[in-house]
C-alpha cells in the first residue's frame, strides 16, 4: 500500500502525493480517531503523542457509539509531512483503535468548535457585546445584570475572533470543547 | 465452567500452550500460586528479582518462537519488572505478564503494594489490561496472548487484583475467546512486491539488509531468505537482531553491519544501488548520520509495522506485511519472472566487496601473555561450534565482539538485548533459554559489570539444575563507557572502572556451582573444555586485557564510510588502505 492509506476519490490526493516527503513545512491535520472506550484508552492516545514528542492542538473525545463501547477522539496537530504520518501509523498500530482518519487530507470536511464566554460590563460596553455577539450568531444562556455568557458554535478561527472582540468588552473567563469534525458527503 | 479467577489464570495458560511460567510469589498473586501449587501441567521456575523473570521469558521466547510468560506480585513486583517490559517492547519479543493488583475495592487508596500498574506499563507493553471483573479474565487472558505474538510481536500485561482472583465466573475457552478486531496485515501489496522484483532484476549493487523481523517471522522465512540469496547470489547483511537467519557460514555473508558492523558490510549498505530491508527498522546504531545514509541506493523496506515505513529513512517501495509471506510471494514471483539478474554488475560489485574484506577489519593484535577479548571468543566459537548451542549476552563490548567473532548457521540461537541495551539481560536470558532447551549449551557471553546487574539469578540457575555457562571477559572496566571516555571524552575515565569485585571462583561456589578462572591464553582452551563439560552452572572468569577497544566503530554522528578500523590496526593499515578512511 501506499504509506499514506488515502481513500479513492479524495480530491487532494495528487496534491499530497507531490508534496516532499522530507519536508520541513509544517502542516496542521486534523485525526478523527474511532476507539474502544474502554478505561485508559484516552491516557494511550495521549501518552502516545507526549511520548513521542507530537504536539496536540486541540482534543475531543466522547462516546459516540453506547452499544458498540465506541468513542471518537478528534485531534488536531502540527507537524511535518512525516511526523502527521507516523502519527497516523502510530495510532493505527494501537490495540484499541479502530479507525483513524485525517479529514485533512480525505477529501473536504467540516470542522466546529463550541465555546463558553463569560463577558461582564455594564452600560456601553454591555450593549456593544449584546450586539456583536449578534453578528457572530451567539447565544444568551446566562445572564444577570452585569455580566452574559454567550455560547458560540463555528470554526476554532469564528471563536478566536469573537473571544479578541470580547476581551475588551469585559471577557473574564472562556472554555472551549476543541474542535469536532466530520468529513463532508454520504460516507462515513 | 465455572472457576475461580486464580484457576481460571492457570486454565487459561495450559490453554495457550504455556508450559513454564518465570515468577515469583507476593500477596497479590497468592490465589494464583495456590493454584499452581495443585497442578503438574505447567512448570514454575522461581527467579531471584522480577526483573529477571521477564528476561527470563524473554530468553525463552527467542529461543523457542513461541510466548513467553512471568508472573509477579502488585507494586514492587510490577515495576521490577518494567525493564524488562521495556526491553520486550523495543526488541519485538512476544511475553505476557501477568500481575497481581491489590483487591479492586483498594484500588487508588495507597493500599499495601499497590502501584498504577497499567499506568506504569502503559508505554512498555504493546497494550496492557486491568482485569476488575472475573468474567472478562480468561477472555482477556486469550486476547494477552493472541495481541502478544500477532503482527510485530511484543510484551502485554494484564494486572489481576486480589478479589478477582478469588471470585468465580464462567470460564471462556481459547476458541470462543474475542480476539477483537486486531488482526494486523501479513500479506504485502502484490504491486510493491512486482516493483521489488523489478528492482531486483537490474540492480548492479544490490544488498540485502536484514533484521529480527526474519526471526520473528518463523524458522521459514529464514528458509526462505537463504534460498533468495542462494538464487541472486546478492550479498547480505544483518543487523544485531538478525544474526542468525542466515548463516555465518554463507557465501554471500558479510557480517554484521552497523556501528560496531563490519567494513565490508557497512561500505556495502553506502555504496549500493538497491537495498532491500526485511524486517529491520533502520535503527540509529545502523544508519549513523541519516542525511548521508546510503546515498546512492533505492530502497525496499518490508516490514509489518505500518509506523516502521519511512520513520527514520525515506524508502521507494514499502512493503507492509510478514516477512514470510512477502518474501514468498517475492520469490515466486522472480522465478516466474524468469530468475534475472544483472549478472555483469554483481560480478563487479562483488569484486568490489572482496577488496573491503582485504581491509580484514576484526583482525586485532593478538599477545602470549594476556588474553585477549577477541581471542578469548575466537576459542569459544572454534570449540563450541558446531554444537547444539544458545548464546545469550549482556550489554557493552562484550556483546559486539561477540556478534562479531561468534557464528550462527539457524535463527534463534542468539539473544541479545539490542534495543534497549539492557545491561543485566544475559544472565536470566540464559536461564530462560536453558529451560526451553535443557539439553542443549547455553552461554551467556558477559561482562563483568553487566553480570553483577542480575547475579542473584545463580540462585535460579542451582535450584533448578540449569547448567548455564556464564563466560565473564572480566576487564574491570565499564568497557564501552572507558572506550567513549577514551576516544570523545579526553581520557577522563569517570566512573568506568569496577571497582571491589568479588572473586567469581568463590561466588560460584557459595551458590554451588562452579567456578573457573583463567588469565593465560596458553591455558584457556582447556578452560574452556572444562566449562563445556562440567554439568551445572559455571562462572568462567576471564581475564582479559584491560584497555581494548572494539572496533571496527562508527563514530556516533557519522556516516558508514567514516568507519574508524581501529587502534589495533593503527601501524600498518591505516597508513595504508585504511588511511582514506579514517
Redesign the interface.
Known amino acids: ?3 499514506l492509506q488515502i481513500k479513492k476519490g479524495s480530491s487532494k490526493h495528487s496534491a499530497y502525493d507531490l508534496r516532499s ?2 519536508s520541513e513545512v509544517m502542516e496542521r491535520h486534523t485525526l478523527a480517531v474511532v476507539v ?1 472506550n474502554e ?2 484508552v484516552l ?2 492516545v495521549i ?1 502516545l503523542f507526549s ?1 513521542r514528542g507530537y504536539n496536540i492542538e486541540s482534543l475531543t473525545v466522547a462516546e459516540v457509539d453506547h452499544q458498540g463501547h465506541r468513542s471518537r477522539i478528534t485531534i488536531v496537530t502540527t507537524g511535518t509531512p ?1 511526523v502527521i ?2 502519527i497516523k ?2 495510532l ?5 483503535v ?1 479507525d483513524v482518519h485525517d479529514l485533512t487530507v480525505e477529501g473536504q470536511s467540516v470542522e466546529r468548535e463550541l465555546a463558553l464566554l463569560k463577558v461582564a460590563g455594564t452600560g456601553d460596553k454591555r450593549v456593544e457585546a449584546l450586539r456583536l455577539a449578534d453578528i457572530f450568531r451567539a447565544n444568551v444562556v446566562d445572564t444577570s445584570l452585569e455580566s452574559f455568557v454567550f455560547e458560540i458554535t463555528g470554526t476554532s478561527e469564528k471563536v478566536d475572533a469573537f473571544a479578541d472582540l470580547m476581551r475588551p468588552l469585559g471577557l473574564v473567563e472562556i472554555a472551549r470543547t476543541g474542535v469536532a469534525a466530520l468529513s463532508r458527503g454520504p460516507q462515513a | 465452567m465455572k472457576m475461580t479467577g486464580a484457576k481460571m489464570v492457570v486454565q487459561a495458560l495450559k490453554d495457550q500452550g504455556v508450559e513454564v511460567v518465570f515468577g515469583y510469589p507476593g500477596g497479590a498473586v497468592l490465589p494464583i500460586y495456590d493454584e499452581i501449587f495443585q497442578q503438574d501441567d505447567i512448570k514454575h521456575i522461581l527467579v531471584r528479582h522480577e526483573q529477571a523473570a521477564v528476561h527470563a521469558a524473554e530468553g525463552y521466547a527467542r529461543s523457542t518462537g513461541k510466548v513467553g510468560c512471568a508472573l509477579v506480585t502488585s507494586g514492587p513486583g510490577a515495576t521490577n519488572a518494567v525493564t524488562g517490559l521495556t526491553d520486550a517492547l523495543m526488541d519485538s519479543i512476544p511475553i505476557v505478564v501477568l500481575s497481581g493488583q491489590v483487591p479492586t475495592f483498594m484500588i487508588g487508596n495507597d493500599a499495601f503494594q499497590e502501584a498504577d500498574t497499567v499506568g506504569i506499563t502503559r508505554p512498555c507493553t504493546k497494550h496492557n489490561w486491568l482485569v476488575k471483573d472475573t468474567a472478562d479474565l480468561s477472555n482477556v487472558i486469550h486476547q494477552a496472548f493472541h495481541v502478544a505474538r500477532s503482527g510485530r510481536p511484543g510484551p502485554v500485561l494484564v494486572d489481576i487484583p486480589k478479589d478477582v482472583q478469588f471470585a468465580s465466573a464462567q470460564y471462556t475457552e481459547v476458541k470462543k475467546a474475542k480476539t477483537s478486531h486486531y488482526q494486523p496485515k501479513v500479506k504485502g501489496d502484490a504491486d510493491a512486491i512486482e516493483r521489488m522484483v523489478e528492482l531486483m532484476e537490474t540492480a548492479e549493487r544490490p544488498i540485502f539488509y536484514t533484521g529480527g523481523g526474519v526471526i520473528n517471522s518463523g524458522p521459514a522465512a529464514s528458509q526462505l531468505l537463504r534460498e533468495f540469496v542462494a538464487a541472486t547470489g546478492f550479498p547480505i547483511t544483518s543487523t544485531l537482531m538478525g544474526l542468525g537467519a542466515y548463516p555465518a557460514s554463507g557465501d554471500a555473508w558479510l557480517g554484521m553491519l552497523g556501528m560496531h558492523g563490519l567494513y565490508e558490510a557497512n561500505l556495502a549498505m553506502h555504496d549500493c544501488d538497491l537495498m532491500i530491508n526485511i524486517g529491520a527498522r533502520f535503527d540509529d546504531r545502523i544508519t549513523g548520520r541519516v542525511q548521508d545514509f546510503s546515498p546512492k541506493s533505492r530502497k525496499v523496506h518490508i516490514d509489518i509495522d505500518p509506523s516502521s515505513i519511512n520513520k527514520v529513512i525515506p524508502v521507494e517501495v514499502p512493503i507492509i506485511g510478514d516477512v514470510g509471506h512477502v518474501l514468498e510471494h517475492a520469490l515466486n514471483l522472480w522465478k516466474a519472472r524468469g530468475r534475472k539478474v544483472n549478472k555483469d554488475g554483481l560480478k563487479k560489485w562483488w569484486a568490489k566487496i572482496e577488496e573491503w574484506r582485504k581491509v580484514e577489519c576484526l583482525r586485532y593484535r593478538n599477545s602470549d601473555t594476556v588474553i585477549k577479548p577477541q581471542y578469548a571468543l575466537e576459542r569459544l566459537e572454534a570449540l563450541t561450534k558446531g554444537m547444539d548451542r544458545y548464546v545469550t549476552t549482556e550489554v557493552g563490548q562484550h556483546q559486539m565482539w561477540a556478534a562479531q567473532f561468534l557464528g550462527f548457521e539457524d535463527p534463534n540461537r542468539w539473544m541479545t538485548s539490542g534495543g534497549l541495551g539492557t545491561m543485566g539481560y544475559g544472565f536470566p536470558a540464559s536461564i530462560g533459554a536453558q529451560v526451553a532447551h535443557p539439553d542443549s549449551l547455553v552461554i551467556n557471553v558477559a561482562g563483568e559489570a553487566s553480570w553483577l546487574m542480575n547475579m542473584q539469578e545463580m540462585g535460579t540457575a542451582i535450584q533448578f539444575r540449569l547448567p548455564v555457562k556464564q563466560f565473564i571477559l572480566n576487564n574491570e572496566r565499564l568497557g564501552m563507557v572507558r572506550q567513549w571516555q577514551q576516544l570523545l571524552h579526553g581520557e577522563r575515565y569517570s566512573h568506568s572502572w569496577s571497582e571491589a569485585l568479588p572473586d567469581f571462583v568463590k561466588l560460584a561456589e557459595a551458590f554451588g556451582g562452579k567456578g573457573i578462572q583463567c588469565s593465560d591464553p596458553k591455558d584457556l582452551d582447556d578452560a574452556i573444555m572444562e566449562m563445556i563439560r562440567y554439568d551445572g552452572p559455571v562462572i568462567f572468569d576471564c581475564l582479559v586485557e584491560k584497555h581494548e577497544n572494539c572496533f571496527p566503530m562508527i563514530p556516533s554522528g557519522e556516516p558508514h564510510n567514516k568507519m574508524l578500523l581501529g587502534d589495533a590496526q593503527a601501524t600498518d593499515a591505516i597508513q595504508g588502505k585504511g588511511a582514506v578512511l579514517v
Open positions: 500500500m501506499s504509506a516527503h522530507m474502544d478505561s485508559g491516557a494511550r501518552g511520548g512525516q504520518e507516523q501509523a502510530q493505527q498500530r494501537m490495540v484499541p479502530h
